[in-house]
């Protein structure tokens, strides 16, 4: 095994016994980018000079006996989460000179432990999408297979995974950019509850439905990691003030009986593969027949399930439209040459959005017009409310729900493309826990007869992220 096949827990033990060094790990990891991602295309910046830097540094930490959980471990990021001196794009050209003087709070966390940045990840532009093809870098290529999309929009963070570029990843889930690139790359993938982790410094696409999550080898590595990045944070007001689980301790047998709920509409979804299906619907049998941590399984309707998909394409178009006028060649970014005010303005933004950005910032603009607040918006807010309430009713009955991540495994590059609403419908099993806020986790559920990853999705009562893990890792001890 090369180093840079490892996890985070055996790079720790590694360091930690004086195996190898942060310096060699790193090299692992930046040796793996060199060979691959010119085919794959997971990083839109690599920082070679700077992670050796960084890794030297993390090195005389853990000689001096300094070493925290993260300490000399190589990560990377999506590119739509600011890192200081280092540039982040977000995969637009408007933004291709942009260097951010400051972390995100989730990455100032993990840099404060000594881990060391390797580079930033391509993903679809400011979140845009569903499969890394609307990328002004490139679309991300899937690992196990390069003529299948890596899912979006952290598809970039999923492939570096995947691929042993780098020993985790911190990815962006709106309406499910970490679980559905997570399930089609075949990593674990977690989106925490709403407020949970700071959202600042992370561009904001849709700002009621943002989340900051890991993207990881195994579950114990993304319990380890979310552990570290969650938490109030004073410059982000949506942030909860609860105390923050151990997370990364190790898991142990639940002390009473699971009851797990197997939602209907998830599984006779229109449209779902069957294989997807099938695999599925084999791992819920295999968690019945072994009896992991004694559990129940219940059977479970959320009617409103239908409805998070078109509330969610009014919800984040209306956001993404206020979110994105800052971005106007003036404050910061790149700027067109243009002969007046107007101008620049026009073709900055003409040059430098993608064409699904354009369409978001169109769509939410005659949402949020006058005349159409009340029709659209305002009405999407209702039936959120209602969707909200549905799974608060069945999380009376049950502690956690089991669902595919996707009704499909990973499709062509360029199949979907030219359907944006068949693309869209690729978050109809990951949108629900999106716009209820609730934490929801991808795990590998096994894999179709032609190799490409299935995800199983978890998702559980706000706040309850401990649980999901928890049940995360019992399906994780199944496949291996």
Do not use: W
Not at 74 to 82: G, H, T, Y
Not at 128 to 150: F, I, R
């Amino acid at each position: 095994m090369g180093l840079n096949q490892l996890t985070i827990q055996q790079a720790h033990d590694g360091l930690k016994k004086g195996e190898f060094s942060s310096v060699e790990l790193t090299k692992a990891c930046l040796a793996r980018i060199k060979k691959r991602n010119k085919d794959i295309n997971a990083f839109i910046s690599v920082f070679e000079k700077e992670a050796l830097v960084e890794a030297k540094k993390a090195d005389e930490l853990i000689a001096k006996k300094k070493q925290k959980a993260l300490t000399g471990i190589p990560f990377a990021v999506k590119d739509a989460i600011c890192t200081a001196g280092a540039r982040s794009t977000a995969a637009a050209k408007i933004l291709d000179n942009y260097v951010p003087s400051f972390d995100a709070t989730v990455i100032k966390k993990i840099r404060e432990q000594g881990a060391v940045l390797l580079g930033k990840n391509n993903c679809d532009a400011f979140g845009h999408g569903a499969s890394n093809e609307n990328s002004m870098y490139g679309p991300v290529k899937n690992p196990h297979d390069l003529t299948k999309v890596a899912g979006g929009s952290s598809g970039g963070s999923a492939t570096a995974v995947a691929d042993d570029m780098c020993i985790f990843a911190i990815g962006e889930d709106t309406g499910g950019s970490i679980r559905q690139p997570a399930s089609f790359c075949g990593v674990v993938g977690l989106r925490p509850s709403y407020g949970r982790n700071s959202r600042y410094g992370i561009m904001p696409m849709a700002s009621s439905l943002d989340t900051v999550g890991p993207i990881t080898k195994t579950v114990e590595d993304c319990a380890i990691v979310e552990e570290i990045i969650a938490g109030r944070d004073e410059l982000d007001a949506t942030t909860v003030s609860d105390e923050v689980p151990k997370y990364g301790r190790k898991f142990s047998a639940v002390s009473r009986k699971l009851r797990i709920g197997i939602p209907k509409e998830y599984f006779n979804a229109e449209g779902i593969d069957k294989e997807v299906k099938d695999i599925v619907e084999k791992k819920i049998k295999s968690v019945k027949t072994q009896n992991f941590a004694s559990v129940e399984f219940v059977g479970v309707s959320l009617p409103m399930t239908k409805y998070a998909i078109p509330v969610y394409y009014i919800i984040v178009p209306s956001e993404d439209s206020s979110n994105l006028g800052r971005l106007d060649g003036i404050r910061y970014g790149v700027r067109a040459d243009a002969d007046n005010l107007y101008d620049v303005y026009a073709k900055s933004r003409a040059q430098g959005f993608p064409e699904e950005v354009k369409r978001r910032i169109m769509i939410g603009a005659y949402a949020l017009s006058a005349g159409y607040y009340d029709a659209y918006y305002r009405k999407a807010q209702k039936v959120r409310t209602l969707i909200i309430k549905d799974f608060e009713k069945v999380f009376e009955s049950v502690d956690i729900l089991l669902t595919p991540t996707s009704p499909f495994p990973a499709f062509g590059i360029g199949e979907k493309k030219d359907d944006v609403l068949a693309m869209y419908l690729a978050d109809i099993f990951v949108a629900p826990a999106s716009v209820a806020g609730l934490p929801a986790i991808s795990v590998p559920a096994g894999k179709t007869k032609s190799g490409l990853p299935v995800g199983m999705q978890i998702i559980g009562a706000r706040l309850r992220e401990d649980l999901v893990l928890n049940m995360a890792r019992i399906i994780e001890k199944l496949l291996n």
